[in-house]
């Protein structure tokens, strides 16, 4: 009896760790990636569309100059492989970059990743519906040969260039709708939501003045530890009834 009272204290004191220092901890976080600071702090200037980030950011100026690049050293990645990319379109492309490379509250969403150039990644971010769509629209007369740009490209001249059999075809050819390109042009790096702006539900990927964005990842962080915590409780007062039917024997 005693050995079970001991293994019942034991459990307690376990459960009753609080939860919030994790939660603090993805709060403001840098991913585990290529060039990823290893932790998010401020920095006096970043380049034009990096800039928003610049009084906390988990990108150094020099990374998020070369976001504004075409094949960059940052990847290599060559955005007009079918021909020049319109300047609305890359637009969004240099701001989803600033926002993967710069951004410190992307904590809730990141997970790992076995790759040769980055430990982690992320998953499903919800995105603002507006972003999504905005960025859709404005490379919707643009052309491309691949619906998931993360991988399956052509690298043997050191860029991406179209695998051997795709063909350039329309933009709306390849992503049928907004969230088809939202969701699979970076492997479910992102999240198509019909969360507006004023929901704090969704990231912006780009935004003028405060970060709005890390209310939004301490909202998900909250539900998260809620649930966390549901389970926990539930698991505490089934092994409570199995001691307490222990101990009766």
């Not at 070369?66 to 890359?90: I, P, R």
């Amino acid at each position: 009896m005693q050995r079970i009272s001991r293994v019942w204290l034991l459990f307690s004191m376990l459960v009753s760790l609080p939860l919030c220092s994790l939660a603090l901890e993805k709060l403001n976080m840098c991913m585990d990636a290529k060039h990823h600071k290893t932790e998010p702090g401020p920095e006096g200037e970043l380049y034009q569309q990096c800039a928003p980030w610049h009084e906390n950011a988990c990108c150094t100026a020099n990374t998020s100059a070369e976001a504004h690049e075409d094949n960059s050293y940052l990847y290599n990645f060559n955005w007009n492989h079918c021909g020049v990319m319109s300047q609305k379109c890359k637009k969004h492309f240099i701001q989803d970059t600033c926002f993967y490379e710069c951004s410190p509250h992307l904590g809730p969403w990141i997970q790992p990743a076995d790759t040769t150039w980055r430990k982690e990644r992320i998953i499903d971010v919800p995105l603002c519906m507006e972003d999504c769509e905005l960025w859709y629209n404005d490379c919707s007369n643009d052309v491309t040969c691949k619906e998931n740009w993360h991988k399956g490209w052509n690298w043997t001249s050191g860029i991406n260039r179209c695998p051997s059999g795709a063909k350039c075809q329309k933009w709306t050819d390849v992503f049928p709708t907004a969230q088809s390109m939202c969701e699979k042009i970076w492997s479910n790096s992102y999240k198509y939501t019909t969360y507006t702006k004023d929901s704090g539900r969704c990231m912006q990927m780009w935004f003028k003045g405060n970060n709005p964005n890390k209310k939004v990842a301490e909202f998900y962080l909250n539900r998260g530890s809620n649930t966390e915590m549901a389970m926990m409780t539930s698991l505490t007062l089934s092994l409570s009834v199995l001691l307490s039917i222990l101990q009766m024997q």
